[in-house]
């Protein structure tokens, strides 16, 4: 059985060792309390039989007093246990953040989805906090209270001891046997509610595309059949349990049987006393449940290293590259690609050589079909991946030799797809910038026209946009990432296709603000209607990851290329600035 996960936890939290350490401590202290209060019994027992009862009445005293002792010693165990697991946990749950936070954006794209990351974070945690808190501790203890015990039944009779070792292993093997299709009716029932729930999943987060395609009835009867396999499995194993605790109780009489009649022989030889069998059934018990465990805990020891495995796993997640750079090194040259080349997968180059500059308070637009690699030139800007082919330069050092939070500092991004953090509408606004004051909240989201809409909200600008989710279409979403980047306001604007979900009124009326805004700014605008760009200083045509045409807007209009049909596809007003 491997368990080299969980000793990578334990190893990495030497920290928490001591208390550990003090767990155990307290654990054996109590274990050992349990054969003391047999034997005093026994010593109790015996002299009462010889008619010594002052001497019996010190040994009963003694076995009373030890009472408060033990359960003192079990709440100490118990208080120590919860701050153990809790102190293994904690950093576990804040490095696995911390790492998702700096590491590389393709990896996590690529290698995990979101149901796994949350899962991790989520079930396996938790799982690993139950295993620590919960079953390893109940293990420490059972294991403890059971050597223990051995070791007490060895002294009040060595032969009575070896007869009952012997018994024991050979009836739990019987039970194990017995209990294995339990364990595998378990795994099918678990399995069928793990499709139950995919189900349920796809049911309810596709809801409206389910009611639309008429397939609702198909998804009824396949959650249907998931949960019917998990009732049958279920009622099959609660039948074998009921067979098997009958069973137990029968062999644990016999065994109890077969003690005393050894016992009655034993007396009869001098072997053992009266009391010492009472004391030595009484500690035998938990003998039982320490051999008992064996099973039980080989299987909790394979689930504890299959959560500290995921988590392990991990451990590996390449954490993006940072370079020492953090001023801008040019006043002059914000953005320059030569020749940049990019794929995302192997074998399939997504941009070709494209040359790109942008100058300090220039503003340039990306134009061209969806799929043409405009949102991939804005991801290489930011570094969220990193180019294969050519020279990157943002604010005149080399794109890869910046450090990436002074990078992102200098970059106020809309994406394209808009998206708001679990908070407050304030909140959504304000990320981008330290200290920002409720005025300049309320100005943005005036500039933006939502001021109307959130005043309109019972909470006002405290809204949760959680709660007000439902409420946000995707315009006013839109609108909010846009007054979180004129909030930030930093160097350099990339807006990806910024207006692409507003209705064409509010369309211009933020496409004026934009313009305002981006007055002397540099900024890139990726733009889906030419009619939003008309004030910018340059344009790149791209097509399939190439640059096909570049220059200033007037010129394209006037060489009659490619802006200038996309422009007479859209119905833009050429006339205006070809005269
Ligand atoms: N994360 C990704 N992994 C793999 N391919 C991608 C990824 N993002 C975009 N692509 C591909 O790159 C190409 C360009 O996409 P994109 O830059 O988003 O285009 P645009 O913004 O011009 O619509 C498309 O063919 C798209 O399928
Ligand atoms: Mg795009």
Redesign the pocket.
Known sequence: MKINSIINILANNKAQWPKLCLQVFFSLMRSITLPIFSLLLKNGIDLSLQHQFEKAVFYFILAILLQPLTSLLLMLECWVTGITTESIILPIRKRFFSKLGSAQV?YI??QMRTGDIASRLNSDLEGLSDEFGGNMSWFIKILLQSVASAIGCLIVCWQLSLIYFFLIPITIWGMQKISVSIKKRKTAASESKGEAMNHAVDMFSNLSVIKSFHVYKEMNSRYAKAVDKVCEENIKSQQITSIINALKLFVSVVQTAVLFIFSLSFIGQGLITVGGVIAFISMSEFVREGFGLVDYFITAMRRTESYAKRLNDLDPIPLEINGSYNEQMNENEIVSLSNISFS??EN?E?LHNICLKIAQGQKVA?V??????????I?LICRFYTHQNGDLNIFGASSEEWNLTALRKKISIVP?EPFLFNGTITENIAYGRESVTEEEIIKAAKDVGLWTFISSLEKGIDTEVGEAGAKLSGGQRQRICIARAMIKDAPLILL?EPTSLLDVQMEVAVQTVLDQWLTDKSAII?AHRLSTIQNVDYIYC?AD?KIIEEGRPENLLMNKGYYYSMCVKQGVPIYKKTS
């Open positions: 393709p794209e690529k995302y997968e399939r997504i990306l061209g079909e969806s799929g043409s690699g405009k949102s991939t030139i991801n394209q990806d990726v791209l990851g």
